[in-house]
């Protein structure tokens, strides 16, 4: 079965730190564009960052720049995302998925459950 | 940044009536355009991509038509478990934008 699933979430502080993590499973990773969405409680979805195969192209949208990082490690079938300066506005879930690309960019598939990032003092 | 509107932003419906959802783009899109599902606690779920391509597992009774800046997602027949919330997505250029939404409720 074709699975991602985050961990990693938790209370942090305002201006702390925290990785999250997503491991797949029944397929391999390096074989894919991959991207991190969030959702703060009770709004919309919110694109946060996306990296290709190999770990060399990265996108962020600007909220996160300078602050999160997006990075893959092929060999163990992960994705992560290193928060820094964490803001109450951060709190969020925060799904991994990975992309539908084609002959073009066509949205996202296969996602995970989310993992919960709540910054708060 | 591209910025997507959701009309209407809720709606109520019945079981069996037809569905339109508008998602309208502030520039030309061409047809990079998703829409998802998401239930309560539960993670989004493609079910159109390209436009008007129906995502593989979904019911055809899904169908998504559009270019440029004015899309549509329609389901011809509501059924119980499609009560959820629905995102369109632009993939055109960066940062990639998701809709507001459009929650639909039982009437």
């Known amino acids: 079965e074709v699975q991602l699933v985050e961990s990693g979430g938790g209370l942090v502080q305002p201006g702390g730190s925290l990785r999250v993590s997503c491991a797949a499973s029944g397929f391999?990773?390096?074989?894919?564009?991959m991207s991190w969405v969030r959702q703060a409680?009770?709004?919309?979805?919110?694109?946060v960052a996306n990296i290709n195969q190999d770990g060399r192209e990265k996108h962020y949208v600007d909220s996160v720049k300078g602050r999160f990082t997006i990075s893959r490690d092929n060999a163990k079938n992960s994705l992560y995302?290193?928060?820094?300066s964490l803001r109450a506005e951060?709190?969020?879930?925060?799904?991994?998925?990975?992309?539908?690309?084609?002959w073009g960019f066509f949205g996202m598939d296969v996602w995970g459950q989310g993992t919960t990032v709540t910054v708060s003092s | 940044d591209i910025q997507l509107t959701h009309s209407p932003s809720?709606?109520?419906?019945s079981v069996g009536d037809r569905v339109t959802i508008t998602?309208?783009?502030?520039?030309?899109?061409?047809?990079?355009?998703?829409?998802?599902?998401?239930?309560p606690g539960k993670a989004?779920?493609?079910?159109?991509?390209a436009a008007s391509t129906l995502q593989s597992g979904v019911p055809s009774r899904f169908s998504g038509s559009g270019s440029g800046t004015?899309?549509?997602?329609?389901?011809s027949s509501l059924q119980p478990e499609d009560f959820a919330t629905y995102y369109c997505q632009q993939l055109n250029s960066y940062p990639l934008t998701f809709g507001g939404g459009t929650k639909v409720e039982i009437k």
């Open chain 2, 23 to 39: 998602c309208r783009a502030s520039q030309g899109i061409s047809s990079y355009l998703a829409w998802y599902q998401q239930k």
């Open chain 2, 10 to 13: 809720f709606l109520s419906a």
């Open chain 1, 90 to 102: 951060d709190t969020a879930v925060y799904y991994c998925a990975s992309e539908l690309r084609l």
């Open chain 1, 81 to 84: 995302l290193q928060m820094n």
């Open chain 1, 41 to 47: 409680p009770g709004k919309g979805l919110e694109w």
């Open chain 2, 70 to 75: 004015e899309f549509t997602l329609t389901i």
């Open chain 1, 28 to 33: 391999t990773l390096s074989s894919y564009w």
């Open chain 2, 44 to 49: 989004p779920k493609l079910l159109i991509y």
